[in-house]
């Protein structure tokens, strides 16, 4: 129940303008003048089933898929909310106006379920190992995309880390560099707040020591280790020193998910074959 709860307030914390600029950017993307193929199809009313084709799939980005089809005046039913593995809908309205939608709604869809179920697998990996800490995305996402990746990350159980550069303080190396410069030449005193710590140790081992080190003299300190990262070797950073592992392959090289809109013909609806189930 709490987790139905938070995804509850994820989905309903998106405020609606954003919803509807974001749908309107991605329709006039994909169909900036004309659309031919529309006239020829018609508006009669039709009825369209949403398919997985991705076995396992983390259902994410329900909100932003229903935008879209609001928006070229079609309705979405969906049978299961955010999170779930079991992927139904189906998508009613005009058919030139359904497939106006079609793209749109599906890359954002596809993409956003892709990255959930990423980070769905990376906790299960974390719970399997018994560790504690966060698993977290960073700010490697797709430009204009942000929003829908970093909802994504939320649906499959990860932390979205800082949203922008005004989320937190976090100096990295090249900050460092630039602020040593400006104290050598000026003489002045910066002090900072640091919500976590970087390094950049080889190897891997030589991290732990450091970590552990830092920790048994700052206990309230948290840690953080990134760079390199990946699902194959995210299980070499646990640790009980280490409180948070970022990764960027979260989003960059993330696998898709597959989904596609089935026009059901005439006399199929009550004949059509069950959606896939996975789980």
Known sequence: HHAEGMLFLMVHSIPTYSLTRLAREWLAEDTP?????????????????????TPHTVLAGSPFFTAVFTEVGCTVDWMYQEGAVIVTAV??????????????????????????????QLQL??????????????????????LVEKYAMLVGGTSMHRQDLSGMVMLKDNHVWGISKLLSSRNKTLTAELS?????????????????????????????????????????????HVDIISLGCITQG??????????????????????????
């Open 254 to 279: 993330c696998p898709v998910s597959d989904f596609s809109l089935k026009v059901q013909k005439p006399g199929e609806k009550n004949n059509a074959p069950p959606l896939p189930i996975y789980s």
């Open 196 to 240: 976590s710590t970087h390094f950049h140790i080889s190897p891997l081992q030589e991290l732990h020591v450091a970590a552990r080190d830092l920790k048994n003299e700052f206990p309230s300190l948290q840690i953080e280790a990134s760079g390199g990262v990946t699902p194959e070797n995210v299980a070499s950073y646990f640790s009980s």
């Open 125 to 146: 990996t974390a719970k399997s190992a018994g560790w504690h800490g966060e698993v977290a995305g960073t700010r490697k996402t797709t430009p204009g995309f942000r």
């Open 91 to 120: 998508v009613r309205g005009p058919a030139r106006c359904l497939l106006l939608g079609e793209r749109p709604a599906l890359n954002c869809l596809s993409r956003a379920s892709g990255i959930a179920t990423r980070c769905s």
């Open 33 to 53: 003048n004309f659309d031919p193929a529309g006239v020829c199809v018609g508006s009669e009313e039709v009825e369209a089933k949403l398919l997985c084709k």
